[in-house]
């Protein structure tokens, strides 16, 4: 067993690691609560360890225990997606700093930077929950912690991290309410125990990492074939039009007494060709006795032969990189604005309202902070706004301020109608502090409800949800389930009425028919007295309608 290890051996480790989340992405999705087809854990935690594989599997040579971490927390850090990925990349940001200055850990070094990197997520969220993975990682690191103590083995620090985060996994459905609604575990905790068990799986010896793919030959080497094993010089397609009856099967023939690789389609009114020889004029001749040629052409194989592997062999220019993040660009007005969502038509109105900046993503999609951050640097202003949109982006915006010189203010709009209101609110050239409060004032004014469907049968909170079902949400609490559209009015109506709206404005998906649209939209505003009913095409993926009510 080992009693310490060195730069390779974490490397391993770590993609071990991913390579879990991989497998187990849609199993860790699944243990999200609702039977909502949103569940985003799995996904977000593999795209954000995903971001450190890819740059510990460029690295040919690992370096120390100090610079494997370092590297991982930094790709973390730019590659964090949801609430889950920013928490992971917390975690391992504190292993990091626990681990610095290291060229290899010892058990009791590797123990104490694991709780090193539960204090960072700690510290990072507002308002830490327990049930959740930060549990998890906090159960897992005092294991850690007691065990290097007593053993200067690796394995078997990490094998009580593993059985003391398991036992704290198991107590999550009976430490977070609506876990224990739903009979479930922690997604986010699952996933780190998956984690966990592969890096001890790493240390073991009993799994390796994968390849990446295509890492055994990106490229086909050219300088590998000599001129002389090129046969025949001339690649010569042509499509001739029939003038007579004459059978293909001829043409075939001839073609295979002065060439190869033939490739011959004998169509109603028409014969294509593709052959390599030595003689295209004769090939042509003969193709002409069936009748017009319609298109031709003749390349050189030994000259494209020679013209790549001249490129090939000359200096590679260098490959832009594609997570640099791009310079602050120079301030030309003092407040600016980035918002996050997903649909063409909500970007469009995103635009209209005055955002400099649209990220793709929302719920399943969640973009990354250095999908963010490029936003923000790319907009033209010394103070910028961020709306993320949802309650899993707003700690991935979060971390963006500190890694620029811009001013960022994010606010945590946690749906795109709260977006939009607050955005309506834009004064381009206000005080920042001043639209920081009209922003926020405006979020607490509306109220987002959600239609999808229904991915599974379910039962919550004693409602009997079957598949298929319109499956309905406001500000993220079940309102209900319908068969179809005449019951998904009348159950929304009351939970509308109540609220007492002026304005009631209704986006539709991508999957909805404009016609059905205008249907709903109809009907739902005829149920709600004086309130104004407008209906905007939203474009968006996963949820049928979002319906604004302020």
Excluded: W
Excluded at 414 to 435: F, K, N, W, Y
Excluded at 458 to 466: A, L, Q, R, W, Y
């Amino acid at each position: 067993m080992r009693e310490h290890i060195d730069g390779a051996a974490l490397r391993e480790m770590l993609l071990c690691a991913y390579d879990a989340l991989e497998a187990n992405e849609q199993a860790i999705n699944e243990l999200n609560v609702f039977p909502v087809p949103d569940g985003d854990t799995g996904t977000n935690m593999r795209l954000t360890m995903g971001s450190a594989a890819t740059e510990l599997r460029q690295k040919q040579t690992p370096g120390t225990v100090t610079e494997t971490a370092a590297q991982t927390a930094s790709a973390l850090l730019r590659g964090a997606r949801g609430n889950s990925g920013v928490i992971l990349s917390l975690l391992f940001r504190g292993l990091s700093k626990g681990l610095k200055g290291l060229e290899t850990a010892t058990a009791e070094d590797y123990a104490k930077a694991m709780t090193s990197g539960v204090e960072a997520a700690y510290k990072a969220v507002m308002k830490p929950a327990e049930g959740t993975i930060l549990t998890v990682s906090r159960l897992a690191a005092e294991a850690a912690v007691a065990k290097a103590k007593e053993s200067a083995y690796m394995e078997e620090t990490i094998y009580a991290a593993l059985e003391a985060g398991k036992a704290a996994l198991d107590d999550t459905v009976n430490q977070n309410p609506v876990l224990k609604k739903a009979g479930v575990v922690d997604a986010g905790g699952y996933g780190y125990i998956l984690m966990l068990e592969a890096m001890l799986g790493s240390l073991e010896g009993r799994i390796t990492a994968s390849a990446a793919p295509g890492a055994a030959k990106a490229k086909a080497d050219f300088s590998a074939i000599a001129d002389e094993d090129i046969k025949f010089t001339y690649c010569t397609e042509f499509i001739v039009r029939k003038a007579n009856k004459k059978s293909a099967d001829r043409l075939r023939a001839f073609l295979g007494t002065i060439g190869d690789s033939i490739v011959l389609v004998d169509e109603d009114d028409i014969i294509k060709v593709h052959v390599h020889t030595n003689v295209p004029g004769r090939v042509l001749t003969q193709a002409l006795t069936y009748g017009a040629l319609m298109t031709v052409k003749i390349e050189n194989m030994r000259e494209q032969h020679t013209s790549l592997e001249e490129k090939q062999a000359a200096p590679a220019e260098e490959e832009a990189d594609p997570h640099a993040i791009p310079d602050p660009v120079p301030a030309e007005k003092p407040v600016g604005t980035v918002c996050v969502c997903a649909g063409d038509g909500l970007e469009e109105l995103f635009r209209q309202l005055g955002a400099d900046g649209i990220v793709s993503g929302g719920q399943t999609m969640n973009p990354s902070t250095e999908d963010i951050l490029k936003a923000v640097n790319l907009t033209p202003a010394e103070t910028v706004f961020v709306f993320p949109n949802n309650k899993n982006i707003i700690m991935a915006a979060e971390q963006c301020i500190p890694m620029t010189t811009k001013k960022v203010i994010v606010i945590p709009s946690r749906s795109v109608c709260q977006g939009i209101s607050a955005m309506m609110r834009l004064t381009p050239d206000g005080d920042p502090e001043e639209l920081k409060a009209e922003f926020t004032d405006a979020l607490a004014s509306v109220h987002t409800i959600q239609v999808t469907y229904a991915a599974r049968d379910s039962e919550f909170d004693g409602h009997t949800i079957k598949a298929g079902e319109y499956l309905t949400l406001m500000d993220g609490q079940l309102v209900g389930s319908f068969a179809d559209t005449d019951a998904l009015v009348s159950g929304l109506e009351p939970a509308i009425s109540g609220l007492q709206p002026e304005f009631v404005t209704v986006y539709y998906g991508q999957d909805v028919a404009e016609a059905d649209a205008e249907s709903f939209s109809d009907a739902l505003g005829a149920n709600l007295g004086e309130a104004e009913t407008s209906l905007i095409r939203g474009g968006q993926p996963v949820y049928y309608y979002m319906i604004s009510v302020e």
